[in-house]
Nanobody, 127 residues
Framework: QVQLVESGGGLVQAGGSLRLSCAASGRTFSRNLMGWFRQAPGKEREFVAVISWSDDLTYYADSVKGRFTISRDNAKNSVYLHMNSLKPEDTAVYYC????????????????????WGQGTQVTVSS
């Protein structure tokens, strides 16, 4: 019922920063959770961060905690991922996803817990 479009990816040197954006469009839906996943070549899709739409609670993967920040803009139906102190191992295609579930359900950590997905945006971190 909705479309998600990521933007903001690109090439950055190690230690640099990028901001990814995810814009939602289409019919109104329950925005309980919006999350970010990433997938590197030869690896499975990996959880990065999630935010509760209604109460602004967040949760991060250990690998990005302290470096990445997820945020939302209710008026723009958008979610953002601010990435700081980037490392070469952060190189991946980053995907935005939306879910009608709640954080306490425990499904936010897995791709199967999200109903809607964007096409992805490439982030490449050089050493």
């Amino acid at each position: 019922q909705v479309q998600l479009v990521e933007s903001g990816g690109g090439l950055v040197q190690a230690g640099g920063s990028l901001r990814l954006s995810c814009a939602a469009s289409g019919r109104t839906f329950s925005r309980n959770l919006m999350g970010w996943f990433r997938q590197a070549p030869g690896k499975e899709r990996e959880f990065v961060a999630v935010i509760s739409w209604s109460d602004d609670l967040t949760y991060y993967a250990d690998s990005v905690k302290g470096r990445f920040t997820i945020s939302r803009d209710n008026a723009k139906n958008s979610v953002y991922l601010h990435m700081n102190s980037l490392k070469p191992e952060d190189t991946a295609v980053y995907y935005c996803a939306a879910s009608t579930a709640k954080l306490y359900s425990g499904t936010f950590y897995y791709p199967s817990g999200y109903e809607y997905w964007g096409q992805g945006t490439q982030v490449t971190v050089s050493s």
